[in-house]
């Protein structure tokens, strides 16, 4: 586990499978996404790293359904008085009430996906509960003025996190960035189309830094980054 604090108030958890980041206002702390099963410890020392405690986070936001992101979030929503927030179309799987479909994988796609399988998660995912569900346009309560902007694709119920006045993007897995440093599309979509379509609105967004869940995030030029990406 490593901490980067990417811009004031921001920081970038990197985690061995997906990311997480933390979000500091006056009245405590908001975490996007959770990493696998078994994270609950790593994310609570980069919370102390920080600067900061466990019962000081207010709220968790899931961009989606995926183990990848959601895998410790019944163990963080423990730690106190945390709400946990995520789209209404992905709730059902998240919180165990009904099984997510699986992504509609493109030739290229298969080996990868099969290998990533294989692996699994260590430890299998607890189901946590959903405080709110939320909607595109949603206001969230931090990061002065953070909005839900539904980018479904990935999953039915994906959704990214826009904060206007930082301009920070939380894109979840509807953008990604290689190791070369490229923006590309997420992969392993439900709807490869939709995906595409929600790739070009976050890239009409007015962004300079955005997090990803899977590759480094950009702390200046997102917004360029992500137009070359959906062209």
Known sequence: ?????????????????????LWRDPDGLTLIDTGLPGSAPLIAEAIGQSGHQPADLRRLVLTHFHPDHVGAAADIAGWGDVEVLAHHADAPFITGAAAGPAPDLAEWERPLHAQIVSQGPAQPVIPPRVDREVTDGD?????????????????????????????????????????????????????????????????ALDTVVACFGHGEPLTHGAAAELRAASA
Do not use: W
Not at 142 to 166: M, Q
């Open 1 to 21: 586990m490593d901490l980067v604090e990417l811009v004031p108030r921001l920081y970038f958890i990197r985690l061995p499978v997906g990311h997480a980041y």
């Open 139 to 203: 206001e969230l309560g931090f990061g002065d003025g953070a909005v839900v902007v539904a980018v479904p694709g990935h999953t039915p119920g994906s959704i990214a996190v826009y904060l206007p006045r930082h301009q920070v993007l939380f894109t979840g897995d509807a953008a990604a960035r290689r190791p070369d440093g490229t923006v590309i599309c997420g992969i392993f979509n439900v709807d490869r189309a939709q995906a595409a379509a929600s790739l070009d609105r976050l890239a």
